[in-house]
């Protein structure tokens, strides 16, 4: 990525920085429902809006269900909607995603990431963003807080492209991102408007004065096949329009998104693969690396949906091993993300000697320097034989932490057997 034409500064978070790229949009409608850690973001714009700062209504709905629903069915009229959510409450919403994903209507969905219940946990993983990879919605995954803005702002272009019109959800991690402050550089408004002109649904939106009819139901299944098919072809556009929309987005602001991002990959021989914030640890990790003569790239990914297959394939040709670390655990499967990266090679002649699987960073774990270093020595010492069996990342200092529990969750509760005794 690289770094320019920036007109102003400020240190903001995650959260703040969300609430800003939809200000910046000039969003029309904001449809909400509180959930932690996302709450922020609908509070700063709520704020504004009521203070008159934006014209934006932010109205709150009895749930995300209704939340994605109103979202929908306003850009369906014409407006730009802008909403967000976290965890239980995308899956609450999972039902609409789907629904609004088949309604062929473009907003931006914002998700703070964080671990599903059960056990409960306030702190990220990707398990909540990747169960609605099917869904039909466009997923933009952020590493940084400028990268939430950025990825918003191309999110609406890439969103209402007719090629599209598809919903666009930016991920981000949360209290990583979220309640963490960044420099971010804010945009001048009047060349966003340059970069970002005003919605114009064309002749599909639903008028008062115009009445049109739209069908949503499909009563057999070679239709319902073609309307689902429709949407995949309308996903893979996006790849499309996402490097259309990079570049102009590069033109104006000066900084350049890719589907993925490529770091220290030149003349990589072993390559991490990894999704959102805690590719940064990754990156410090691989400049020590770098310090000691091992030659380790970081391959991340920003677009999982639609998913770039042709630029993995490219970036992995050739590399003596790859280690794709999910931030995500499927039970009874492993890595979400290294089921895909492998399918991706499996064909190809020039596809890497060793692909390995770690699990690491649920709940919000950290993912320390000396755990990527293992996953690289990992690499350099497994044949192409090796299992995939994907192994979990995680420290005797994290089991120093949870031993101590472990024996008293065994211990047998001494008070109530003298209770029980004669």
């Not at 918003?152 to 599209?164: C, H, S």
Request: charged share 20%; proline share 6%.
């Amino acid at each position: 990525m690289t770094t320019g034409l920036e007109t102003g500064c400020a240190l903001l978070t995650g959260n703040a920085t969300a609430a800003w790229a939809a200000r910046l949009a000039d969003v029309d409608y904001v449809p909400a429902f509180p959930i932690t850690p996302q709450t922020e973001i609908i509070e700063s714009l709520a704020a504004w809006s009521s203070g008159g700062e934006i014209p934006a209504r932010v109205v709150n709905l009895d749930s995300e269900h209704s939340m994605i629903t109103a979202a929908g069915a306003a850009a369906a009229t014409g407006c730009r909607a802008f909403t967000a959510t976290s965890s239980q409450g995308l899956l609450y919403a999972m039902e609409a995603l789907y629904t609004v994903a088949g309604w062929r209507v473009p907003f931006v969905l914002v998700n703070v990431s964080r671990g599903l219940a059960a056990p409960i946990t306030l702190e990220p993983d990707h398990n909540d963003i990747l169960a609605a990879r099917d869904s039909g919605c466009i997923q933009i995954h952020a590493e940084t807080c400028q990268e939430v803005l950025d990825s918003i702002l191309m999110g609406y272009r890439i969103a209402e492209d007719p090629r599209v019109r598809l919903p666009v959800i930016v991920n981000m991690d949360g209290f990583y991102l979220s309640f963490t402050r960044e420099p971010v550089a804010l945009p001048d408004p009047a060349r966003v408007r340059a970069f970002l002109p005003a919605f114009d649904p064309g002749a599909v939106a639903f008028r008062a004065s115009r009445p049109i009819a739209q069908g949503v139901g499909a009563l057999g299944g070679p239709l319902y096949t073609h309307f689902r098919h429709q949407a995949h072809l309308a996903a893979r556009n996006a790849l499309t329009v996402h490097e259309e929309v990079a570049t102009a987005f590069e033109l104006e602001f000066g900084r350049s998104y890719d589907v993925i991002e490529r770091y220290q990959m030149d003349d990589a021989e072993y390559v991490l693969v990894m999704a959102g914030s805690f590719a940064t640890k990754a990156k410090a990790a691989i400049h020590t690396l770098r310090a000691r003569g091992r030659r380790v790239g970081l391959l991340r990914l920003r677009l999982i949906r639609p998913w770039p297959a042709e630029a993995i394939r490219r970036e992995l040709a050739g590399r003596r091993a790859a280690a794709v670390i999910d931030q995500n655990i499927s039970p009874g499967l492993g890595g979400i993300l290294f089921q895909e990266v492998a399918a991706t090679m499996i064909s190809s002649q020039s596809r890497p000697g060793v692909m390995r699987s770690f699990v690491g960073g649920l709940g919000g774990k950290d993912i320390s320097p000396g755990e990527f270093m293992h996953v690289v020595d990992v690499l350099e010492n497994s044949g192409p034989d090796e299992p995939t069996e994907p192994e979990l990342l995680y420290t005797e200092a994290d089991w120093s932490q949870i031993h101590p529990l472990l024996v008293i969750a065994q211990t047998p509760d001494r008070h109530s057997n003298e209770e029980a005794a004669p």
